[in-house]
């Protein structure tokens, strides 16, 4: 579900009153929203956790201020957002956002695998 939730807060973020360029993705030169340096509020099924991006390539996730998680994501030319678990049994799972966020930068988010849906919203100030 974190990997879910991260995707879902990317595109949240792209809504935020941010300067970072929101572009089509099929465009074939197309800048593509990286979360680099954010955190993410994911709301699912597990509850509401929190994932920050490094800028390095990785993730970390949070259930309140414990660690839950972590591994890699990637930001791929179609948009989708592919995170990697540490866990060498867990595979690579992407994401897809749906739409625009809503008034309070909720963003829906769905797994590709699946169809599982997620919200996410960028945390400002954290």
């Given amino acids: 579900m974190r990997l879910a939730l991260l ?12 300067d970072t360029p929101v572009v089509e ?3 074939a030169d197309a800048e593509v929203f990286s ?7 994911v ?3 597990e509850g509401v956790t929190r994932t920050y991006f490094g800028p390095d390539g990785t993730y970390i996730d949070f ?6 998680g972590r591994g890699s994501y990637e930001v791929r030319p179609d948009g989708q957002l592919c995170f990697t678990p ?6 690579t799972a992407c ?3 749906e739409g625009e966020p809503d008034a309070d930068g909720w963003m829906t988010s769905r797994r590709v695998s699946d169809g599982l849906t997620i919200r ?4 400002i100030g954290d």
């Fill in 25 to 27: 993705s099929d465009a």
């Fill in 120 to 123: 996410a919203r960028p945390i």
């Fill in 7 to 18: 995707a879902c807060l990317a595109l949240a973020a792209c809504a935020q009153e941010v």
């Fill in 95 to 97: 994401w897809t956002n």
């Fill in 43 to 45: 709301e699912g099924e």
């Fill in 63 to 68: 259930d309140g201020d414990i660690e839950s």
């Fill in 86 to 91: 540490d866990d060498p049994d867990a595979g």
């Fill in 35 to 41: 979360p680099a340096g954010m955190t993410f509020e």
